[in-house]
């Protein structure tokens, strides 16, 4: 087993580098991110709902992320609705726009797209914001960082515990020309 710089054991099957934690709300979005062992998250930004996809493709370049874990929201029993298919819909427009910013043939980080379970996530956070005694006015300057960070904090736990990424993986959409329909 090799170890890190920090003298820290790398997680069998995870390369060591910084992962971006996301929380997508239908007005704003909160950024968090590791530091390059993945043991801790911190928040970075909460950033308007219309520039973030932009914003995390940015951050992710800037900090040659490896991963970007997307909060999904699902109901108690598991089930999906109109929020999650938005966190999906977000997560689509990122992978896309990440992977037309770094082509595989330029050798640049590709970060990998993650979907990461995050039910109540909002709710803790509101909660974790009133027992820290910060004003409720106050929590929707901060409440969607700490989302990100609870999300990204999870699948940093996650990774540790099971040696493997957390979540789910955000798969490229076919490209267009690759439809068998001229077949026909």
Do not use: C, N, W, Y
Request: proline fraction near 5%; aromatic fraction near 0%; charge should be negative.
């Amino acid at each position: 087993m090799t170890s890190t710089p920090a003298g820290m054991p790398d997680a069998p099957g995870i390369p060591r580098g910084v992962r971006l934690g996301v929380d997508v709300g239908d007005v704003r979005v909160g950024l968090a991110r590791s530091d390059l062992d993945g043991l801790i998250a911190t928040p970075i930004e909460t950033l308007e709902r219309d520039t973030a996809v932009r914003r995390v493709a940015e951050e992710a370049r800037e900090l040659e992320a490896r991963a970007i874990m997307i909060g999904l929201p699902r109901s108690l029993d598991g089930t999906e609705r109109a929020a999650a298919q938005k966190a999906r819909d977000f997560a689509a427009e990122l992978l896309v726009l990440l992977r037309a910013d770094a082509p595989e043939a330029t050798g640049a980080v590709r970060a990998e797209v993650r979907m990461i379970d995050e039910r109540l996530t909002t709710v803790t956070a509101h909660q974790a914001l009133h027992r820290s005694g910060r004003k409720g006015r106050k929590h929707r300057q901060v409440v969607d960082q700490v989302a990100a960070v609870m999300i990204l904090q999870q699948a940093l736990d996650t990774e540790r515990a099971t040696g493997a990424r957390a979540g789910e993986l955000v798969e490229e959409p076919p490209t267009l020309g690759t439809s068998h329909e001229e077949d026909r």
